[in-house]
């Protein structure tokens, strides 16, 4: 059984309607409606709801945020004006948790979309919450507004398709597995794909697809420092003018970024790196310090 608290009443404001005025993201109440297992320690939420008719996507590695409510309460509690800048000045015990994820996969027309959720045991908000989710629990979303009007490369896609000629390297840890999946479903069938992923242990490789031209290589980290194994590969390469994508935990994707600069030669303009999360911070931290760089 569920234990709830009654959390004060707030008076919402509804989304931003559709108009010219329509800020850049908009915070969105959502359900899940399905949960799968994509792979053993991953889980996908697809997520409903009338509000998302305003959502729109701008695919890659589309960066959105997750709100969950927090303990006690069935759905997050949201400012009345539906805005980012007021929820972060919410009261901490009613702030919703939030945190970043990547858009697996978008169907505007069912208005409903996927997450896939790295499971860490109960270690965090979005972990928790991915772990024990069922059809019908309640959170919030903060992403791109449908009616703003943006530029050709959204606000949280990161990968630079103008930088892409024939070859690209995408580098990351387990966190970065849904951005890969989602960048490899629109690369162009004739550019070589090689992706580089450390994992704790190899148990499933079907979450990338193989079609690429190229190749995906999967490495077993083990009980070794975490990126030791993934520099190790980066090392091996064989580059010629590649377009390098980046993402992780943010030591091991700086160590990557210098390696490739300093020991290669990589131009720095063809390297696009995230910081998706940092060993011992949450994004709480990363929130009260930008020096920070955290993703989930």
Not at 20 to 39: C, H, Y
Not at 99 to 124: C, I, K, M, N, S
Not at 245 to 269: C, M
Request: charged share 30%; net charge neutral.
């Amino acid at each position: 059984m569920r234990t709830t608290t009654t959390a004060p009443a707030h008076r919402e404001s509804a989304p931003a309607a559709r108009t010219d005025a329509a800020p850049a993201f908009a915070i969105l109440r959502a359900t899940v409606t399905a949960v799968r297992k994509p792979a053993p320690d991953m889980v996908r939420l697809t997520l409903g709801g009338e509000e998302l008719a305003w959502m729109t996507n701008g695919g890659l590695d589309q960066r959105i945020k997750l709100l969950f409510p927090r303990s006690g309460q069935d759905e997050p509690v949201l400012p009345a004006d539906r805005g980012y800048p007021a929820l972060r000045l919410m009261p901490e015990e009613q702030r919703p948790h939030v945190r970043t994820y990547t858009v697996r996969a978008h169907r505007p027309q069912q208005r409903e979309f996927d997450v896939d959720v790295v499971l860490h045991g109960d270690a965090g908000p979005g972990s928790s919450f991915a772990r024990y989710a069922r059809p019908g629990d309640r959170l919030a979303v903060f992403v791109p507004h449908v009616d703003h009007p943006h530029p050709e490369r959204l606000s949280g896609v990161e990968f630079r398709t103008e930088r892409v000629v024939d070859d690209v390297v995408l580098v990351g840890d387990e966190t970065a597995l849904p951005a890969m999946a989602s960048i490899l479903d629109e690369v162009p069938a004739d550019v070589r794909v090689r992706a580089l992923v450390e994992v704790p242990e190899v148990v499933d490789t079907h979450y990338l697809r193989s079609g690429v031209s190229g190749e995906i290589r999967w490495l077993a980290r083990g009980d070794r420092p975490r990126g030791e194994v993934l520099l190790r590969e980066v090392r091996a390469l064989d580059l010629a003018d590649p377009y390098v994508w980046i993402a992780g935990e943010s030591r091991t994707v700086t160590s990557v970024r210098r390696t490739l600069v300093d020991e290669f030669g990589v131009d720095r303009r063809r390297i696009t790196f995230l910081g998706y999360w940092r060993c011992g911070a949450t994004e709480d931290a990363a929130r009260a310090n930008p020096a920070i760089a955290t993703h989930a």
